[in-house]
């Protein structure tokens, strides 16, 4: 079936999880879209961010999309229950795939989640956790700052290393073995996460386990794509496309198709 995937996100952060689709799934052809005139939507309320991801679902139906993943964390913690049994079309998203690999990882059960602040007060990662293993220590902590220091490319700085040291210090008290990366920029500080939080914590990336769990979906529901995409890919925001492309060349490592522009309002 040649529909392409639907992935959003608040802005350029979901393109680490739409870079794992395609590889693991080339002939899959994605539709993205970047929310970029509405970002952040971690400092956002859930009524809010319901109503954003409504508004983008109905566009990505007028692209055809055969399926939908929502590459958010805050709008999957704080919509994908609401919006999942609305659309008639599949729709996943980041926080159940990260779920089960962190629950696959740690040994001594005792896990660390670092996102948004929407994401951590919603203790959607800490319920599902609970609702598998309740003897599980969870440990969430909120970083704000991480994803204007990821948009302003200070992924190896030092400034970014000091604001992990402090971040992280309370999850390094809790003595985690594994650290799920709840927000889709924080992949791209992977080195300074890991260094600050030593060799012994595992960090748990949500999007590799996304990309699996839609292929196991796209397998499950017969439609996945049997021929090479061929064609490229597609790429919305709702504002500035311009600094979207600079970024997503940065992410995706390779020439970009052209950025059009979305009047989301009107969804
Ligand atoms: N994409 C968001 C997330 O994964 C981070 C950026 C935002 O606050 O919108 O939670």
Same mark, same amino acid.
């Given at each position: 079936?040649?529909?392409?995937?639907? %992935?959003?996100?608040? #802005? %350029?952060?979901?393109?680490?999880?739409?870079?794992?689709?395609?590889?693991?799934?080339?002939?899959?052809?994605?539709?993205?879209?970047?929310?970029?005139?509405?970002?952040?939507?971690?400092?956002?309320? !859930?009524?809010?961010?319901?109503?954003?991801?409504?508004?983008?679902?109905?566009?990505?139906?007028?692209?055809?999309?055969?399926?939908?993943?929502?590459?958010?964390?805050?709008?999957?913690?704080?919509?994908?229950?609401?919006?999942?049994?609305?659309?008639?079309?599949?729709?996943?998203?980041? %926080?159940?795939? #990260? %779920?089960?690999?962190?629950?696959?990882?740690? !040994?001594? !059960?005792?896990? #660390?989640?670092?996102?948004?602040?929407?994401?951590? !007060?919603?203790?959607?990662?800490?319920?599902?956790?609970?609702?598998?293993?309740?003897?599980?220590?969870?440990?969430?902590?909120?970083?704000?700052?991480?994803?204007?220091?990821?948009?302003? #490319?200070?992924?190896?700085?030092?400034?970014?290393?000091?604001?992990?040291?402090?971040?992280?210090?309370?999850?390094?008290?809790?003595?985690?073995?594994?650290?799920?990366?709840?927000?889709?920029?924080?992949?791209?500080?992977?080195?300074?996460?890991?260094?600050?939080?030593?060799?012994?914590?595992?960090?748990?990336?949500?999007?590799?386990?996304?990309?699996?769990?839609?292929?196991?979906?796209?397998?499950?529901?017969?439609?996945?794509?049997?021929?090479?995409?061929?064609?490229?890919?597609?790429?919305?925001?709702?504002?500035?496309?311009?600094?979207?492309?600079?970024?997503?060349?940065?992410?995706?490592?390779?020439?970009?198709?052209?950025?059009?522009?979305?009047?989301?309002?009107?969804?």
């Amino acid at each position: 079936m040649d529909k392409p995937i639907g %992935v959003f996100d608040s #802005g %350029v952060g979901g393109l680490t999880v739409a870079k794992e689709i395609m590889k693991l799934l080339p002939n899959e052809k994605v539709v993205y879209f970047g929310d970029t005139a509405r970002v952040p939507y971690g400092s956002k309320s !859930k009524e809010t961010v319901v109503r954003y991801a409504r508004q983008i679902i109905r566009f990505l139906l007028t692209k055809d999309v055969k399926a939908i993943v929502i590459a958010c964390n805050t709008a999957c913690a704080l919509a994908l229950d609401t919006v999942k049994d609305e659309f008639d079309i599949p729709i996943i998203g980041v %926080v159940k795939p #990260g %779920v089960e690999m962190a629950l696959r990882v740690t !040994k001594n !059960k005792s896990i #660390g989640i670092i996102g948004t602040e929407g994401t951590i !007060k919603s203790e959607t990662y800490t319920k599902l956790i609970h609702k598998v293993d309740s003897g599980i220590q969870v440990t969430g902590k909120a970083c704000p700052l991480f994803v204007p220091l990821v948009e302003e #490319g200070l992924l190896k700085d030092s400034i970014t290393r000091e604001v992990a040291s402090r971040y992280l210090s309370v999850l390094k008290e809790q003595n985690i073995d594994s650290l799920v990366l709840g927000c889709t920029h924080y992949p791209l500080i992977t080195n300074i996460l890991q260094e600050v939080m030593g060799d012994k914590v595992t960090l748990v990336n949500p999007a590799i386990e996304t990309a699996k769990e839609l292929s196991q979906l796209l397998d499950e529901k017969g439609i996945k794509s049997l021929k090479l995409n061929e064609l490229g890919h597609e790429f919305f925001v709702s504002d500035r496309e311009e600094k979207f492309e600079e970024f997503a060349k940065l992410i995706l490592k390779y020439k970009m198709m052209p950025v059009s522009h979305v009047n989301i309002e009107d969804y």
